[in-house]
């Protein structure tokens, strides 16, 4: 039988030993590369030196690292990846039937392990490299709380220790998130918090603040440059965690290989890039070399829509301004999506990777509201049987859409998106939709005006 | 390469043709069979007759069929089955290098489906059968809410109401379960209600009471008998709940014998016996029919031990009294485990079946601490990665233990054991135990004394 001819199984699991060896970076297969990190004090390219106080040596090396094309993942890793991993290629018979589309869907889940999403894919890779180093633990930031829990996993599993500054707001309105990590053996600090410089200064200043993403990362780096045998880690923006998750595009990319699919169309959610930049690596690869075209489509929220109305240029990464400046799509280091918006993805810049390719035309990308987003996240639960995470229903939303414009045309196109986690820490968010009190916000161009005014003045 | 030199994967999963084709019925095999339900009005065996009012046609047969083996699973079933089955059949080589045990320890993992457990493989088939009758819809109750869930997820995707009794305290205490069941299109209405005149009752008579499960069941199949066009559904307990769960058993033997694996021991946890009854099935098949033994021990909570301190008797099913009367291991139906206790397996009775083969000798009991079971939870979640649901952690508890005896005996004892689902909505519970404030709970002899003193008088 020819692979065409396979009836193709409602999952697609990976064999053990067919399970990716290397992660795939696709800055080797880009002619331009992403603009390097900037040292906010020599305004100059970042070395591995000024990087060494805050990261760890390997992941330094793989951050600064534009050329090498398959970096091999250490056996202890892969050890840890057969826990949980393969995550399933789903072909969405039920969500197609549903439909009533000619277009064959899939989409790779990686919400099936505790920490709820794809987080972990890098978290393993980051504690791993922390441990070999011979540190004593790491430091991080954490919003919604899925990269907190993936890294506290990581950390329990290798036997190494795992700071966590949790948003505030956050922290109180998600305290099973805080208890999931708790089970891990992490410590969780809300933040601001009294522990570090910018906390206070923070708290000093704003006395009521329920905390930002933004602030959490500078607290987390201060912590990590102040303790002895700490660094600071990071689940989201990097190259090496865009390296790190490509894992989930190998394995989508070996499981349609299998059966002869190729997709016409990549979709996923951004909030900093880590979930679309793996999920889109290897199909990337083959457009930047001219071997495949794919459509590729970023989807974010309408509420912090950095690709569709920001713009490309160098900007901080954290709120207290001391980590390297990146060049990016961005809203301005002091832009905070509103509280209405309930779904995640709310840091204001985009990973350098995505945001070059983005801007040289390899993808596109759209926002959607939020209102709209669990509408697709119902149909999705009750067709395909999975309760999705905010953030992933965005791609979701998109992926209908894109299913119900083939309805109208006929056309029957392979459409493969990223379902990156499940939601059953986000029930408030549904039950504000149930209860009919979800609003839609998109923030004005005044707002978003002032806010990229703010840019560093090297622009 | 023979069976036995095959590498063993960290996940077994059969391929969509390796799926069990058809359930396998127990009772077909037991010589002694389980005593027959009996209607409390004429005090004789029930008929289909008697309970047409409460139950769909097709289950009826299922319920009162002790000679059928194999009963054909039916292709929309099958179908379903494919979007969240086969689960892993997991070999947890990660918790058998923390414990430094030569016994070699499986779990099958039902928790990789949005309800979270096992509880989706009955609730699947039972709104089968209810839409095939053409009924409108299903009662039941819930008390974690694992099961309304399950029955909520099945009744959106066959496109039948589903009306969910949950027992208040669970209701109050578990927001997020109840926002799930909402997202899949159920009405979830606390127990004790104004809705039915038992729910009226149990108000009257006392106002502040939290609820029951036994309260619950009474409420919902009122509900049912009372309202055209519904059936009443149950989760647990009934014949026809451990022929459709004989499903994790079937996977769980089909991967062994890929590679040729036979267990020495299985353990599952048992609250009504819906999962451990699924997890042996096969086993104990053979076992009965001489082939080959097998060690076969249940666990239960000690705040509830209706295996090891109850008795074999006719006894009522629901506080309410409506259901029909089943022999079981029982500690009465006013017995109400304590509020102390958090780890689900609350049920008063036990599954008919399980109590016929316990009570014959062809498996064993043991009842264990809730803190203890916790401990085993939190050292299972840091080395294999998953967040075990508390019920799931007696089984957990109890294969740890026996791994370690293996550690000190040197035997290499195969463990077969049944991880039911996760504990995303048990964080609670886990909270309680991290903050030190977990107690455990042991019934005095004169508590059950007196619940076990309240048995119909026909015994």
């Known amino acids: ?46 070395t591995e030196a000024d990087l060494a106080p805050v990261f760890c040596e390997d992941l330094i090396k793989q951050e600064l690292d534009d ?18 991993r393969p995550s399933p290629l789903v072909r969405a018979y039920c969500l197609e039937k549903k439909l009533g589309t000619p277009a064959k869907i899939y989409y790779k889940f990686e919400g099936n392990n505790t920490s709820g999403s794809h987080k972990l894919n890098s978290a393993i890779a980051q504690a791993y ?59 969780v600090t809300p933040s601001p918090s009294m522990e570090t410089e910018i906390g206070k200064k923070m708290l000093a200043e704003f006395p009521g603040t329920t905390g930002s993403l933004g602030c959490a990362i500078s607290e987390a780096v201060e912590k990590a440059v102040t303790t002895p045998g700490y660094r600071y880690v990071l689940g989201s923006v990097l190259n090496q965690v865009l390296l790190h998750q490509s894992v989930i595009g190998l394995e989508a990319k070996a499981a349609l290989d ?38 590729i489509i970023a989807v974010e929220p309408a509420s912090c829509p950095s690709f569709t109305r920001g713009v490309y240029a160098y900007d901080f990464c954290d709120t207290g301004k001391i980590c390297p400046l990146s060049k990016m799509y961005t809203l301005g280091s002091n832009f905070i999506p509103s509280a209405i918006h309930a779904g995640g993805l709310r840091y204001h810049g985009m990973s350098p990777i995505l945001s070059k390719l983005y ?44 299913a119900l414009k083939c309805k109208e045309t006929g056309e029957e196109k392979t459409i ?21 009190k979800m609003e839609d916000y998109v923030p004005s161009d005044e707002e978003l005006a002032k806010s990229i005014s703010e840019l560093p003045k090297m622009n």
Chains 1, 2 share one sequence.
């Open 67 to 84: 050329d090498t094309r398959f970096v091999e993942i250490p056996a202890e890793i892969k050890e840890f990846y057969k826990m949980y």
């Open 359 to 402: 801007d040289d035309g390899y993808m596109k990308a759209v926002a959607v509201p939020q209102t709209e987003v669990f509408e697709a996240a119902e149909t999705f639960a009750r067709t395909e049987g999975i309760l999705p995470a905010p953030e992933s229903s965005h791609a979701i939303k998109v992926a209908i859409d894109e």
């Open 129 to 187: 490299y922390a441990k070999k180093q011979g540190l004593k633990g790491v430091t991080t930031e954490t919003g919604a709380g899925q990269w907190g829990t993936a890294l506290s996993m990581a950390c329990a599993y290798l036997g190494i220790d795992c700071k966590v500054f949790m948003v505030k707001c956050s922290y109180e309105q998600k305290p099973f998130r805080r208890e999931v990590m708790r089970t891990y053996g992490a410590s």
């Open 1 to 46: 039988m020819s692979k065409e001819e396979k009836v193709i199984p409602y999952k697609i699991y990976l064999e053990e030993d067919e399970m990716p060896k290397t992660w795939y970076n696709v800055r080797a297969d880009m002619k331009d590369k992403p603009a390097p990190l900037v040292n906010p004090a020599t305004m100059k390219p970042v």
């Open 258 to 295: 299998k059966y002869g699919v190729k997709p016409d169309m990549i979709i996923g959610c951004a909030g900093g890039g880590s979930n679309l930049g793996g999920l889109i690596a290897p199909f990337m690869g083959e457009k930047l070399r001219g071997e495949k075209d794919y459509e």
């Open 416 to 436: 493969l998106f990223g379902l990156t986690g499940t939601g059953y820490f986000d029930m408030f968010a549904y039950e504000r939709f149930h209860d009919g």
